[in-house]
């Protein structure tokens, strides 16, 4: 959804600052030291990143728009994603920035400098905030900043911004670059003459072509083309007239020919600059002594201690997101309980009320029960990130993700989708390259989470009689241990398929920093969190809204007036019966059971469940299975609840004894059982496998930009899971294992 | 270059010894992406540990740490 991002158009009459930086060095913490609690969130119309920016006021009353651009270690691009924040630097994003602020890291500055250089040659005034000069100094590292500005043609201002050192400055310092906008060159970066002709060219051939108009960002355009852009045009870049790409292919063709590598050829001379700019200004220890990083690392990523701690972070977490997130989750139910009783006791009985009540309120329940698991996963993530440790568990682990075509950070992700798929999604974002986000958030729906485990439960306890047993296990524990070990196996597989069909690529990689251990600042920690809630509240909040009363009203009309009818006469009889109070109220269950059930089977979903009953009954599922499923679509666990309706029994859940029963006692219309342990077996490989869930539906949506990707995991989830109960229940019953 | 100069890639360095970068070779993005971490022609770089799996390795360049595969640092040949 786009509308976020219109919400608040960034302000025509602030001047524009963009902040850049790597990775890891501090950029979060020096844009909120900047601004404060005012930051606004919104999205790329078209792309999944989020694009924060604040108003920020600085010395002598000017205020400034501040917009936040994806941490990054240079401004090739591989993804759209990155393309566009390397258009608003260059100028063709919506406006120009009128200056950028270059967030460095001290400790490493020769990394840092090989970007800041990239942003210095396109022209615009810059400020770099020197951050981290305490450890800088702690590990005997020496800048000489006035040495810094004069080679760079930069103010350059040290900061410590997790305390908040050096904030103040940085304001004057931009106030002045904005001001004063007239920017001192830097040195030229050494280019042999073959390369300058080529850049000359491309140029030219920018200019010619009115894609931008100043020669100084024509150039450092084509040099970004240069790099960017894939010799077989298999590359997501967009917007980028065809003559240019081919005049960008036919210059690194030629280079080819005469033996030269332009990549080589520009980032070396840009590095070679950097390591001048280095020898003049930085005086480190030759030998960097020992640091308490590397100390920690001998056993955080050492053969045994680093798979015991992997292992121990790992089942917090997942203990965090399963348990500890249990009491906020059944807060929300019971609220969303209670206010459905409340508005159904204050409003009269009727189609608005059921649908404020059915579908609004329980739309909205369904929403907000995602909340602590995602705020949970994201505090730790937060955590382990800014702590220095998930690029460690990364490492520690990639050798085992990369089996299956996945990255090591692809790891927690993936743990987090067997408590929920929900939060497990949103958690890809820690993946750098699209193509690995979207593997890994497609098969993330395959890992069992936890609304199927009720259906397990209900199911295990129906088909198999207590006591059965299989070896020395219970049959149920049995079946259930198979079920999780099928979404691992499918999972993974599902992976490597992807990975070598629809989502086919470039071998996928790991270059990983690991940065110094650090202490997380708290504040940016929970604004962090409180900045993913919001999102998912306002974007994936709304068309999980939306899919809610959808599936509210399929499952209600239309209404049968002849059952509303016999029920009102049902219960006339009761009310002039003499029956004691217990005797009437459940007399009075057993009505609403069973119009409710009447109503549900004469529903467009009761319908549709006849309709594809021909469909799943080779799979052992008659249509009241079906309308079961039909039902689960609003998520997993309320399969339970809306199979109770339809065989008339009310406010089940999996531990129901009477559910249990009729499933038991339920028989096709020849005779035979419905619910046999293979039918059961059925069921449940058939919701490991299916996409049962519009929440995750609407998070893929909201995180691959689109509706492409989440209907094709959809339909490659359903054919699997039909295939798979399919297979099971064919070859089972041929087996003879059908009793 | 001269047959003397002890040429071998980057994999193949042991764990704790420096090397300096002659040549990068591969897939290119792969070679770009590397390149841009700081690993052109005459950076120094010391092979930190590797993981405990045995793959991938920490490596230690222009004072920071980073992490590649095997298969990568095989197409990184040092002397």
Excluded at chain 1, 513 to 532: A, D, I, K, N, T
């Amino acid at each position: 959804m786009s509308a976020p991002a219109l919400a608040h158009p960034p302000s025509a009459r602030h001047a524009l600052v963009l902040v850049a930086g790597n990775p890891n060095s501090g950029k979060s913490t020096v844009f909120n030291a900047l601004s404060g609690a005012r930051t606004r969130v919104a999205n790329y119309p078209g792309v999944t990143i989020d694009r924060r920016s604040a108003t920020v006021a600085l010395t002598g009353g000017r205020a400034i728009e501040l917009t936040d651009l994806p941490g990054t270690y240079s401004l090739a691009a591989r993804s759209r994603e990155e393309q566009i924040a390397v258009e608003s630097l260059l100028g063709r994003g919506p406006r120009r920035p009128d200056a950028i602020l270059v967030v460095a890291d001290a400790t490493a500055l020769a990394r840092a400098l090989y970007l800041t250089i990239e942003i210095l040659e396109i022209g615009h005034p810059v400020v770099i905030a020197l951050n981290m000069t305490d450890e800088a100094r702690r590990d005997g590292i020496d800048i000489d900043v006035e040495r810094l500005e004069a080679l760079t043609g930069a103010r350059v201002i040290p900061t410590v911004a997790s305390k908040g050192m050096g904030t103040d400055a940085l304001r004057a310092a931009l106030a002045a670059a904005i001001e004063r906008p007239d920017v001192p060159r830097m040195p030229d970066v050494a280019r042999s003459s073959a390369l300058q002709a080529d850049l000359a060219e491309l140029e030219g051939l920018i200019l010619s072509e009115r894609v931008m108009e100043r020669p100084q960002e024509a150039r450092v355009w084509a040099q970004w083309l240069l790099l960017s852009l894939e010799h077989d045009f298999g590359d997501e870049l967009t917007n980028i007239p065809a003559s240019i790409r081919s005049g960008v292919h036919r210059v690194h063709e030629r280079a080819t020919a005469a033996g030269r590598n332009l990549d080589l050829e520009i980032i070396a001379g840009r590095y070679h600059l950097v390591d001048r700019v280095v020898s003049e200004v930085c005086r480190a220890p030759a030998s960097a002594r020992r640091s308490w990083t590397d100390r920690v690392d001998a056993f955080l990523t050492h053969r045994i201690g680093g798979a015991v701690a992997f292992a121990a972070v790992m089942m917090v977490v997942f203990q965090a997101l399963f348990s500890w997130s249990e009491p906020a989750i059944a807060a929300i139910e019971d609220t969303v309980t209670a206010v459905q009783a409340f508005v159904s006791s204050v409003m009269p009985a009727g189609p608005l009320t059921s649908l404020i009540v059915d579908g609004v309120i329980a739309g909205v329940g369904n929403v907000v029960v995602f909340v602590p698991q995602i705020a949970l996963l994201f505090l730790f993530i937060g955590l382990l990130e800014d702590l220095g440790y998930l690029a460690r568990a990364a490492f520690v682990i990639d050798r085992v993700m990369r089996a299956v075509g996945l990255h090591g950070r692809a790891f927690v992700p993936m743990l987090s989708g067997f408590s929920c798929a929900i939060p497990a999604v949103m958690a890809t974002r820690t993946l750098e390259s699209r193509t690995d986000r979207l593997l890994t958030m497609l098969v993330l729906p395959l890992t069992s989470c936890s609304a199927r485990l009720p259906i397990y439960v209900l199911v295990t306890a129906t088909v198999f009689a207590p006591g059965s047993r299989v070896g020395f296990l219970s049959a149920g524990a049995m079946a259930l241990f198979a079920m999780y070990a099928l979404s691992v196996v499918a999972a993974l597989t599902a992976a490597a398929v992807l990975r070598r069909t629809v989502l086919k690529g470039p071998a996928p990689t790991l270059v990983l920093e690991l940065p110094p251990y650090r202490l997380p600042v708290f504040s940016v920690l929970l604004r962090g969190v409180w900045q993913r809630v919001r999102t998912f509240l306002l974007d994936a909040g709304t068309v999980i809204l939306a899919l809610t009363i959808i599936l509210w009203v399929l499952l209600s009309y239309p209404k049968d007036p002849a059952v509303a009818a016999e029920a009102g006469q049902a219960r006339a009889a009761l009310a002039s019966a003499a029956l004691a109070t217990e005797e009437r109220e459940a007399r009075l269950v057993e009505i609403e059971s069973r119009e409710n059930g009447a109503q549900l089977r004469h529903s467009v979903a009761g319908r549709v469940g006849r309709l594809i009953e021909p469909v799943i009954a080779p799979l052992g599922f008659d249509w009241r299975i079906g309308v079961g499923i039909l039902g689960a679509f609003a998520a997993r666990e309320v399969f339970v609840g809306t199979l109770g309706v339809v065989f008339d029994i009310a406010g089940a859940d999996e531990t129901n004894e009477p559910l249990r029963h009729v499933l038991r006692a339920a028989t096709w219309p020849d005779g035979a059982r419905l619910m046999t342990p293979l039918a059961g077996v059925s069921l449940m490989v058939f919701f490991v496998l299916a996409c049962q869930c519009m929440s995750t539906v609407a998070i893929v949506k909201r995180e691959s930009g689109g509706w492409r990707w989440p209907l094709f995991m959809v339909a490659y989830m359903t054919v699997l899971a039909y295939s798979a109960s399919l297979l099971v229940y064919q070859v089972g019953s041929r087996l003879g294992w059908g009793l | 270059m001269s047959a003397t100069s002890n040429r071998r890639p980057l994999a193949r360095v042991p764990v704790g010894s420096t090397a300096i970068v002659s040549r990068v070779s591969g897939a290119r993005r792969v070679v770009r992406r590397l390149l841009e971490m700081g690993l052109v022609p005459g950076t120094p770089v010391t092979v930190q540990r590797e993981a405990p799996l045995g793959d991938p390795v920490e490596l230690r360049v222009r004072n920071y740490a980073l992490s590649i595969r095997r298969s990568d640092a095989l197409g990184i040949e040092v002397e």
